[in-house]
C-alpha cells in the first residue's frame, strides 16, 4: 500500500489501483453520512476532485492520486456509507482506477513513512 498526505491509501490489485482513505481520515472526520462517487469510465487527473464525502464534520473532497480512468465504484456506500468508518483501509474503498501512469504511485510513502508523517 501507499498513501498520500492527503490521508489516501492506493493498493494495487490486479492491474488496477483501489483508492480509499485511511483509518485516521475517517476518525478524523466522524461519522460518515454520504459519499459521492464518480462514474464508471470517468477520465481523471492527479489532483482532480472526484468524491466528495460528508460527515457529521464536515465536508471534505477526494482528489485523484494518480491519472487514469475510473474502472469501479463501490456501489455499497451508496447505501452504507458508514462502511468507510467501519473498515476504511478494506470494504470502505471508493474506486478503481486503471492508471495511465502507473509510476505515479512511486510519489507516495509506504506505510511507515505514513505512520510518521501522522504521528
Do not use: C
Not at 31 to 47: A, C, H, M, Q, R
Not at 93 to 101: H, N, P, R, T
Amino acid at each position: 500500500m501507499k498513501f498520500t498526505e492527503e490521508h489516501e491509501w492506493l493498493r494495487e490489485e490486479d492491474g488496477v489501483i483501489v483508492v480509499g482513505i485511511t483509518e485516521h481520515a475517517s476518525e478524523q472526520l466522524g461519522d460518515i453520512v454520504f459519499v459521492d462517487l464518480p462514474d464508471v469510465g470517468t477520465e481523471v487527473t492527479k489532483d482532480e476532485e472526484i468524491v466528495v464525502i460528508e460527515s457529521v464534520k464536515a465536508a471534505s473532497d477526494i482528489l485523484s492520486p494518480i491519472d487514469g480512468e475510473i474502472v469501479e465504484v463501490n456501489e455499497v456506500l451508496a447505501d452504507e456509507p458508514s462502511k468507510v468508518n467501519d473498515d476504511a483501509q478494506g470494504d470502505g474503498w471508493f474506486f478503481k482506477i486503471k492508471a495511465s501512469e502507473p509510476s505515479q504511485m512511486d510519489d507516495y510513502m509506504d506505510e511507515a513513512g505514513y505512520k510518521t508523517f501522522i504521528g
